[in-house]
């Protein structure tokens, strides 16, 4: 069983830049596709960014673009969404998920695992 655990969350303001993490424990990390998603109070869960299992492709929802970046670390088993120029529309619980498939992918039905979540909050 996979474990994904995020952290680095927090409150910070407009324009300014956050970076959070996703832990991966008990599974094959470097074989999975990884994606971040998040939800903002009243919304459905959201695709943000998806990086494939070897780190060579990614890619982006519109809003996002230019100011997100995905990465990962297959010897640390963990995955990162560096956000800069961040907007007070970008508050939302972020969540890490998992894919056994290798490619990368904005649905949300290939993503097996799912981190708890960690709230970013922008102000204003």
């Known amino acids: 069983q996979v474990q994904l655990v995020e952290s680095g969350g927090g409150l910070v303001q407009a324009g300014e830049p956050l970076s959070i993490s996703c832990a991966a424990s008990?599974?094959?990390?470097?074989?999975?596709?990884m994606g971040w998603f998040r939800q903002a109070p009243g919304k459905e869960r959201e695709f943000v960014s998806t990086i494939s299992s070897s780190g060579r492709t990614t890619y982006y929802t519109d809003s996002v673009k230019g100011r997100f970046i995905i990465s990962r670390d297959n010897a640390k088993n963990s995955v990162y969404l560096q956000m800069n120029s961040l907007k007070p529309e970008d508050t939302a619980v972020y969540y890490c998920a998992a894919s056994r498939q290798s490619y990368p992918t904005a649905n949300v039905k290939p993503y097996n695992y799912w981190g708890q979540g960690t709230q970013v909050t922008v102000s204003s």
């Open positions: 008990g599974g094959t990390f470097s074989s999975y596709a």
